[in-house]
């Protein structure tokens, strides 16, 4: 994980409710997994676990910043269990919540799909279940009806 000091340093042009979603989402996946990547650029912070592959492989989350709000996405976010139906979006796979106040934020949800998706292993996706088919294959079937 980037140094604390040094995340807040660079996001300080954030307002203060987003700063502090983005610090709680950091605790967040820290405590899910320490050995987790945390990746700074002008847009977001990407965190993955790199003991398993890069970004998209082993994706945990993504913070984009937007101007008064903040993106939270899940490279997988299809197949992850959302039972609130937070997460939505126009790509097949990737999912994403709009955050914007602190206290408005489904922690509990949140916290949810952050475990799924450090969980989460797409070369599951290809294993056939007892109906012969994949839960890839399956999704798509679902999808296209």
């Excluded at 994980?1 to 409710?17: C, S």
């Excluded at 405590?31 to 847009?43: I, K, S």
């Excluded at 997460?87 to 509990?108: A, E, I």
Aim: net charge negative; charged share 25%.
């Amino acid at each position: 994980m980037i140094p604390l000091a040094l995340l807040e340093k660079q996001l300080k042009h954030l307002p203060e409710d987003l700063l502090d979603i983005v610090m709680e989402i950091r605790d967040i996946v820290e405590r899910l997994c320490p050995e987790a990547v945390e990746r700074l650029d002008r847009n977001g912070i990407v965190y993955y676990d790199a003991n398993r592959g890069g970004p998209v492989k082993a994706g945990i989350c993504q913070i984009l910043f937007k101007q008064d709000y903040l993106s939270l996405e899940f490279i997988h976010g299809a197949f992850l269990p959302d039972p609130a139906r937070l997460l939505h979006g126009s790509n097949l796979y990737k999912k994403q919540m709009l955050l914007g106040v602190f206290n408005d934020v489904p922690w509990d949800e949140v916290t949810a799909l952050i475990t799924a998706s450090a969980h989460f292993d797409p070369a599951r996706l290809n294993i056939k279940g007892d109906d012969g088919k994949t839960p890839l294959e399956r999704f798509q079937a679902g999808h296209n009806q």
